[in-house]
């Protein structure tokens, strides 16, 4: 009898829940409709969970009546993202091992863009709300700018000081050269680190600069503190809003050492954004830490 990999089980069983879900959960959601389309979303999602699962959380599936989107939705965009994509450029025959700056330009501003239009479409035009509520405002815009510029100096050493403090901390659980060969290994894996070889001079430096200083905060800005921080504050409190926006921002960057400066950095958007009640500040805080990032790696900063 042929074994099936980890992986595999869990994603059939994964997709049979889901399945489950939808039945379950269209009867209420989707009453006004004839009940063959539960069904049909119920078996999509049972097959193709990449594809019908996101497209019936932020599509199909009537909005909450208390006009406050919630888990589903960042779910729903978070498979988008997680699977639906990865299974596109596999069969693209985009191999992350071999991917061009060209490549990589390409899936950088799909990704941000994505974020952007999923979190408008699935969210503040489905619930018929104003930007605003995603912290997309130009409100006082310049001094929002400042304080995002004020903020992301600060946040440069208190990075260095806690990237090193997570070392500190594997180390103690796991022993100091566990916590060394781990770091490494994270820094081999990380997909900066692959870009920047990939990259040679400097108008290709610079356009790098640009995605990763101004896509990738934009994207990750709006889905991670307008629609996840968003939308655990509004449902649950402050209190869950940043706990949970924050472990969940550094659980998907997949780092271990690394964890702890990611969160802290996580932490402390959501409550630049939560003291703003705008987004600006937080993106520019999440450029100025990308830039840095670049060009510590590009001349060897010990920051």
């Excluded at 406050?68 to 994509?85: D, K, S």
């Excluded at 941000?112 to 018929?128: D, E, H, P, T």
């Excluded at 920047?196 to 990738?216: D, S």
């Amino acid at each position: 009898m042929p074994e099936f990999p980890p992986f595999a089980l869990i994603y059939y069983a994964g997709s049979a829940l889901a399945a489950i879900w939808v039945l379950v959960d269209g009867r209420t959601r989707l009453a006004h409709r004839p009940a063959w389309e539960v069904f049909v979303w119920s078996i999509g999602t049972a097959l193709a969970l990449p594809v019908f699962l996101p497209m019936y959380m932020l599509g199909a599936r009537a909005p909450d009546r208390s006009a406050q989107w919630g888990p589903v939705e960042m779910i729903g965009i978070a498979i988008f993202f997680g699977l639906t994509m990865p299974l596109v450029a596999g069969l693209a025959g985009l191999r992350e091992e071999a991917l061009t700056l060209r490549v990589v330009s390409v899936v950088i501003l799909v990704q941000n863009a994505g974020f952007v239009l999923l979190s408008l479409l699935g969210i503040a035009l489905r619930y018929r709300l104003p930007l605003a509520r995603l912290g997309l405002t130009t409100r006082r815009w310049a001094a929002m700018l400042l304080v995002g510029l004020i903020a992301g100096a600060v946040m440069i050493p208190v990075a260095s000081v806690t990237e090193q403090a997570g070392v500190e901390i594997y180390a103690l659980l796991r022993g100091r050269q566990a916590a060394e060969r781990q770091a490494e290994r994270e820094r081999k894996l990380d997909p900066l680190n692959r870009i920047l070889a990939t990259t040679k001079g400097p108008a290709a430096t610079t356009w790098l600069i640009a995605l990763l200083g101004m896509a990738v905060p934009i994207g990750e800005e709006v889905y991670f503190r307008g629609v996840v921080y968003g939308g655990l504050r509004n449902r649950y409190g402050l209190g869950w809003g940043l706990i949970g926006s924050t472990l969940f921002f550094g659980v998907v960057h997949r780092q271990v050492v690394h964890f702890l400066p990611i969160a802290v950095l996580g932490l402390a958007l959501a409550l630049l954004y939560e003291r703003t009640k705008n987004l600006l500040p937080s993106i520019t805080v999440h450029a100025v830490n990308n830039i840095v990032s670049i060009l510590a790696r590009l001349y060897g900063w010990e920051i």
